[in-house]
Nanobody, 116 residues
Framework: QARLVESGGGLVQAGESLRLSCAAS????????WSWYRQVAGKQSELVAE???????SYADSVKGRFTISGDNAKRTVYLQANSLKPEDTGVYYC??????????WGQGTQVTVSS
């Protein structure tokens, strides 16, 4: 079954770091774009970071300089290194991939909670 599996969320204090991972099963078609979104209750989901197959990377202004997205093609995994975390980074982080053909895939989400 084609799916994405996320891990790495947790409860941390402000200023600490987390590393989120998103692994795609082999049955997910060739991936063109990997993205991390976060959802805060009552707010619209926000695109946090994105990396393309060609290596183009973009970040939300709110995380620039603190978060780093990277990928390991051999492992079909993308990472989000989140440093200097702030309480406003709290939310459910979702991985999304856009294959070169077909519909996007979403992960199940991983909770990140940053206490002040």
């Amino acid at each position: 079954q084609a799916r994405l599996v996320e891990s790495g969320g947790g409860l941390v204090q402000a200023g600490e770091s987390l590393r989120l991972s998103c692994a795609a099963s082999e049955s997910v078609p060739q991936i063109n774009v990997w993205s991390w979104y976060r959802q805060v209750a009552g707010k619209q989901s926000e695109l946090v970071a994105e990396i393309t197959n060609g290596g183009d990377i973009s970040y939300a202004d709110s995380v620039k300089g603190r978060f780093t997205i990277s990928g390991d093609n051999a492992k079909r995994t993308v990472y989000l290194q989140a440093n200097s975390l702030k309480p406003e980074d709290t939310g459910v982080y979702y991985c999304k991939v856009r294959p070169v053909w077909g519909s996007p895939y979403w992960g199940q989400g991983t909770q990140v909670t940053v206490s002040s």
